[in-house]
T-cell receptor, first 114, second 116 residues
Framework: KNQVEQSPQSLIILEGKNCTLQ??????????LRWYKQDTGRGPVSLTI?????NTKSNGRYTATLDADTKQSSLHITASQLSDSASYIC?????????????FGRGTQLTVWP | EADIYQTPRYLVIGTGKKITLECSQT?????MYWYQQDPGMELHLIHY???????EKGDLSSESTVSRIRTEHFPLTLESARPSHTSQYLC???????????????FGPGTRLTVL
């Protein structure tokens, strides 16, 4: 069964600190993995995307890693800001259909305190 | 500006009412999608479309229906709303890149539906 599991479920950190969010998946055949940021009451916005051959991708203070062998990914946030408070969702796409079906994790709810 | 829009953003309605959630995109995308999301839970695909006059049911069974008469417009309709339909509904679109890895879906802001 294709699944995406994220940890931790929620996380509270102080402004300026770093944090790492985890994602494990069983989706096969694998196409790509994205990290989305979803602010409360808004739609998800893509942060990074990685295909099978990529093992790291950065977008400003966000750095995602991918280990396709162990089917694990992480999202590292450096020097956190209050605006980083959001849900971070790991999304894996398969390449077994023309739809490019997406499998969503439940997200990690990050809260950054001043 | 290329974007994806949803209206209304919030809707509170009584049981038995018929409602239509609107979704429009100005990016010229062929594929469009409707997702349902409950708090703290993953998004579930309820409908999708490859293009005009194409509609398919998604993974999660839904009593809603959709139509795709124009490329840019993908409305979702509930004929008789019930409290179990209370949820957030997200619309998305993507290019028709068959076999391509970068099939990024762009999401609208969502409609928060509450059925009393």
């Amino acid at each position: 069964k294709n699944q995406v599991e994220q940890s931790p479920q929620s996380l509270i950190i102080l402004e300026g600190k770093n944090c790492t969010l985890q994602c494990n998946y069983t989706v096969s055949p694998f196409s790509n993995l994205r990290w989305y940021k979803q602010d409360t009451g808004r739609g998800p916005v893509s942060l990074t995307i990685m295909t099978f051959s990529e093992n790291t991708k950065s977008n400003g203070r966000y750095t995602a890693t991918l280990d396709a062998d162990t089917k694990q990914s992480s999202l590292h946030i450096t020097a956190s800001q209050l605006s980083d408070s959001a849900s971070y969702i790991c999304v894996v796409s398969d390449r077994g259909s023309t739809l490019g079906r997406l499998y969503f994790g439940r997200g990690t709810q990050l809260t950054v305190w001043p | 500006e290329a974007d994806i829009y949803q209206t209304p953003r919030y809707l509170v309605i009584g049981t038995g009412k018929k409602i239509t959630l609107e979704c429009s995109q100005t990016m010229g995308h062929d594929k469009m999608y409707w997702y349902q999301q409950d708090p703290g839970m993953e998004l579930h695909l309820i409908h999708y479309s490859y293009g005009v006059n194409s509609t398919e049911k998604g993974d999660l069974s839904s009593e809603s229906t959709v139509s795709r008469i124009r490329t840019e417009h993908f409305p979702l309709t509930l004929e008789s709303a019930r409290p179990s339909h209370t949820s957030q509904y997200l619309c998305a679109s993507s290019e028709r890149a068959l076999g391509g890895p970068y099939n990024e879906q762009f999401f609208g802001p969502g409609t928060r539906l509450t059925v009393l």
